[in-house]
């Protein structure tokens, strides 16, 4: 508890970040990966492959942005370095390691933002739920959305008591389009939905991640043992269904600097 406490205070982030909780959640991430990494390695291991798998295919290879890369737990980071010219780390908020780990490392990047386009609106008026204001992501050959997609709305929504599933499924389709106008190459890995068991391995629930947006074929999917017995509750268990997408476009853009 202590040393969570202090990775509160000592991680330099925006006030609607704090109040919303992503600093929270991150740090929740942290401990959760800690005492279920043998059941989420699978996962993990999974996303890194299908990350250096497909990246790598682009012709060219000046620049990657990752989004959601959080604490990299996902992210191929050192087979990377050694692919791209420039790594562009994007997150809402980092922890002072990760960014302390690459101080050394000129070619990566960190870029403290919001990509739902929503977090600001609300945390100044909590009055209306806002069409989001997407951000202007850097110019790169391969972009990653990294298990992030599904994960956009629930703060959000949490924080304005809402349940609205079209604005959730708005930030999604959003999203979307962010990462496919920033590169010619995009990749996506995401939950599409959580199913609940119950101790006999019956399902109770199964929860859609998506609001009801449709994703196309898919490269690979896969299943993510989210929370075994135990950690969410003795009752019952969560796993995952992750699908990793591939994107190609046509688009040309101007660079723009980190």
């Known amino acids: 508890m202590i040393k969570e406490f202090l990775k509160k205070i000592l991680t330099p982030c925006d006030a609607s970040v704090k109040e919303l909780g992503h600093l929270t959640e991150i740090i929740a991430i942290e401990s959760r990966y800690e005492r279920q990494k043998k059941f989420w390695e699978p996962h993990l291991k999974n996303s890194r492959d299908f990350i250096l798998k497909e990246a790598t295919k682009s012709p060219l290879k000046k620049r990657i942005n990752i989004l959601g890369a959080g604490i990299l737990l996902d992210i191929p980071i050192d087979e990377l370095e050694k692919k791209f010219e420039e790594i562009v780390l994007i997150d809402i908020v980092f922890l002072p390691q990760i960014k302390w780990r690459f101080k050394n490392h000129p070619q990566i990047k960190f870029i403290q933002m919001d990509v739902s386009g929503v977090v600001d609106l609300i945390y100044k008026d909590k009055s209306s739920l806002p069409k989001p204001i997407l951000p202007q992501l850097p110019f790169a050959d391969v972009t990653v959305s990294a298990n992030l997609l599904s994960q956009l709305p629930l703060l959000p929504m949490e924080y304005l008591k809402t349940e609205d599933r079209s604005w959730g499924k708005l930030i999604i389709e959003k999203h979307l389009e962010l990462i496919k106008k920033s590169s010619p190459l995009s ?45 969410a509750s003795r009752d019952y268990s969560i796993r995952g269904t992750v699908k990793a997408i591939v994107y190609e476009q046509s688009i040309k853009c101007a660079p723009i600097k980190c």
């Open 187 to 231: 990749l996506l890995l995401c939950e599409t939905n959580q199913i609940y068991y119950d101790r006999q391995e019956k399902v109770i629930e199964n929860n859609d991640m998506l609001f009801g947006v449709e994703l196309p074929r898919t490269k690979n999917e896969w299943i993510w043992n989210i929370a075994p017995l135990g950690e």
